[in-house]
């Protein structure tokens, strides 16, 4: 039985993703997806032996940010190219908000937490519904 949850973390750790499945996570339509990773060098998924995009976790996660600053936060493409480029792909909370007064700053900071929150709500009905 122990060599079952090894096997199951081990498949489940290397997990990938189709551009349909992606498109319908994140609710996107596929054309999207495709446009993005020309906009987006840090989006790069690799392709399976017949040619098809395959998406990482990283990759799928990657989607969510880019959609997040693209749709909630009103960025453009190129600004949200630059903000992933300078704040780095993992977006580091601590560096959030800084560049705020104290209120405004905290504001920025919760809404920018919940909206990490959902996309990490989102991400783990994904993986339930999968079961």
């Given at each position: 039985?122990?060599?079952?949850?090894?096997?199951?973390?081990?498949?489940?750790?290397?997990?990938?993703?189709?551009?349909?499945?992606?498109?319908?996570?994140?609710?996107?339509?596929?054309?999207?997806?495709?446009?993005?990773?020309?906009?987006?060098?840090?989006?790069?998924?690799?392709?399976?032996?017949?040619?098809?995009?395959?998406?990482?976790?990283?990759?799928?996660?990657?989607?969510?940010?880019?959609?997040?600053?693209?749709?909630?936060?009103?960025?453009?493409?190129?600004?949200?190219?630059?903000?992933?480029?300078?704040?780095?792909?993992?977006?580091?909370?601590a560096h959030r908000g800084s560049n705020h007064g104290v209120d405004g700053g905290s504001q920025l900071l919760s809404r920018r937490m919940l909206l990490d929150l959902r996309d990490a709500l989102h991400?783990?009905?994904?993986?339930?519904?999968?079961?």
């Amino acid at each position: 039985m122990a060599g079952n949850v090894t096997a199951t973390k081990t498949a489940t750790e290397t997990r990938v993703y189709t551009i349909g499945e992606v498109s319908r996570l994140a609710d996107l339509k596929a054309f999207v997806l495709r446009y993005w990773e020309t906009e987006f060098p840090m989006l790069a998924p690799t392709k399976d032996d017949a040619g098809r995009r395959v998406y990482r976790q990283e990759d799928v996660d990657m989607v969510f940010r880019i959609k997040r600053l693209l749709y909630d936060e009103g960025y453009t493409i190129a600004g949200a190219r630059r903000h992933l480029r300078e704040k780095g792909s993992a977006d580091d909370p601590a560096h959030r908000g800084s560049n705020h007064g104290v209120d405004g700053g905290s504001q920025l900071l919760s809404r920018r937490m919940l909206l990490d929150l959902r996309d990490a709500l989102h991400a783990f009905l994904t993986l339930l519904e999968r079961r």
